[in-house]
């Protein structure tokens, strides 16, 4: 999924298509490119074995690395300072619920853009 959205994208900057009047579609590209991350970042943990676990812990403590508020990023993701039984919980909701609505709102956005301002041709 990320090396087909990645493709799109790549495809999309090529052929100019992200000029005016299409911006906003592609700000919308981006977006849904960043929740398709989340998806697997989210994802990667479901089997709650040692390599998601530990992938887990490498991508929160990365999250945690930013100046002044990685601390608080770092407790809000893990739902504590460890990698627990709460942070698959979290992962599992965001993956399952919150992920898959902003995602449908937002390919309905795109997808009606694409509808309005038409397919964009090759230059």
Do not use: C
């Not at 992938?55 to 990365?62: D, H, Q, R």
């Not at 898959?100 to 956005?109: M, Q």
């Amino acid at each position: 999924m990320v090396v087909m959205v990645v493709a799109h994208m790549l495809r999309v900057f090529i052929h100019g298509a992200f000029k005016a009047p299409r911006e906003l579609n592609w700000v919308s590209g981006v977006l849904l490119l960043l929740l398709t991350l989340g998806f697997g970042l989210t994802g990667y943990l479901l089997p709650w074995d040692q390599r998601a676990y530990w992938a887990t812990t490498v991508a929160s403590e990365i999250m945690g690395g930013v100046p002044q508020i990685g601390d608080l990023i770092l407790v809000f993701v893990r739902g504590g300072w460890d990698v627990s039984g709460i942070t698959l919980s979290r992962f599992y909701a965001v993956h399952i619920l919150v992920l898959p609505l902003i995602i449908v709102l937002l390919l309905g956005v795109h997808f009606l853009m694409v509808r309005r301002q038409g397919i964009s041709r090759p230059l």
